[in-house]
């Protein structure tokens, strides 16, 4: 397969390294508007060819789409526009506002909406990692509204590195990934805000800082230009999330300022039950 | 030296392996009031023998101990009652209320406060592991108030691991470990709660649960027995320290409803500011 990915990032990087690997693609074009991302991802080898998002097309059989989601919104009718036998899929965060936004493009189709659940704080080509996606799980949403070739590829595709297949549709999979995922960024955001503020003497966080801290503070390098449009299209799911983190920061503040340690030690031993659920 | 470890647990067993690997303990002693503990450890093969803690003091030259905070409380000053030559040291996570309590003791010189800042999210003695504490940092407290001859076995305890060692005084030990460490207990206890309370289909978490709600959902596996009482000891700072996390949490949460992107794009920005401190 002649496999195009728009959008060189750590995601787009990390398939086009697998997919080589693995045999998928025969060929990695390589479609960025950032000419240093073309530049990096021919040294570190991450594409065969580039071209203008016109010219990929045609040559491709299937078109990856790895940019910021606010930038899909644009870029994806564009695609589906010039589109003949070619699948189309996307990895972003969001689903429901860009499903909606071509709910009635002629080549709909076309189109697999794939949410692949792996990734790191880092981004760019530069940040793209080898066996980023082994066996985890991806989702694709609202699959009977693709077409069974545009699926086959798509499906043939997340098997070859291997990654598990869920199906969800557009609005389940945007209210989980809120709990899954965007709220453990905004969790962490805070939290460095929060040490960042308060904490003057930096040398002595870096010191002191062990394991603990640097896994819950350790999404939030994660860039804003990737982020801020997910918060801006998962709003209303995120808000009501965010809500109930911080009613449930409240409960220990409050069994904390009445010195209720009994239940305090429950709170804590019902958020163990998490330990049933993650390994 | 014969080292004597009061509590085998995830900290004390870890300590263990290292101090005979390295070749700083001569032999291991355990001291646990719990049976079960003692015979994991013999399997484990962390300890060499054990006795009550009224036979193993005379015959240590160095003794560890690393219980729970509010058992180290009524300990150590029956510990310290019983030295002549030897050293005592502490490995937890909270210092004040423990040296307010002993600061009398006619033996308080033989006394050192450590906190090695090092662990994991698992306890018992089957959670020891290897290299837990390399190359990490460690906590002198109140150095003056220890004699020379109880600092020396205690900084070579911890050159011979190897770490690094920090000196502060107990109040701003509690103060940075409120930021570095406590609050991001409960954090990851309270995102727990969180997804716990709204994701009833736990299938789902568990299958879309990525690396980044992994790491910072992580430390939520912690034991109450642990940290409830050092929340207790370090209650005031927690609490600035939680006020402040929530104050931060309100802002993203404020922004998302008036829908400004533009500041919640400099509230991230802001927040890795961190990638200076945490690597």
């Not at 950032?34 to 065969?48: H, M, Q, T």
């Not at 801020?228 to 409050?254: G, M, T």
């Amino acid at each position: 397969m002649v496999v195009t990915i728009v959008g060189i990032g750590l995601i787009g990087g990390s398939l086009a390294i697998t997919l080589k690997e693995n045999g998928f693609a025969k060929k990695i074009i390589g479609v960025d508007i950032n000419p240093d991302n073309i530049d990096k991802a021919y040294r570190r080898r991450l594409i065969d060819e580039d071209y203008s998002l016109e010219k990929a097309i045609p040559l491709s059989d299937i078109i990856i789409v790895s940019t910021p989601v606010n930038v899909m919104m644009d870029l994806i009718p564009k695609i589906l526009d010039q589109v003949e036998h070619q699948a189309v899929m996307d990895v972003g965060s969001t689903k429901c506002k860009l499903l909606e936004k071509i709910k009635n493009h002629p080549n709909r189709k076309n189109f697999v909406p794939t949410h692949p659940m792996a990734g790191t704080e880092y981004s760019g080509p530069e940040a793209a990692i080898p066996n980023l996606f082994d066996h985890k799980c991806t989702v694709i949403c609202d699959k009977e509204n693709s077409s069974k070739e545009a699926l086959e590829k798509v499906e043939q595709l997340y098997q070859s590195i291997p990654m598990d297949i869920v199906e969800l549709d557009a609005h389940s999979h945007d209210i989980h990934t809120a709990y899954v995922s965007h709220i453990s960024h905004i969790s962490s955001f805070a939290l460095a805000l929060t040490v960042l503020a308060k904490e003057k003497d930096e040398n002595r966080i870096f010191e002191l800082a062990s394991g603990g801290f640097g896994s819950t503070v350790r999404l939030a390098k994660s860039s804003p230009d990737m982020w801020v449009p997910i918060f801006k299209q998962n709003r209303d799911n995120v808000l009501d999330v965010l809500d109930e983190h911080i009613n449930q920061l409240a409960r220990f503040r409050s069994l904390l300022i009445k010195q209720d340690y009994e239940a305090f030690y429950q709170l804590i031993q019902e958020s163990n039950e998490i330990k049933r659920i993650i390994k």
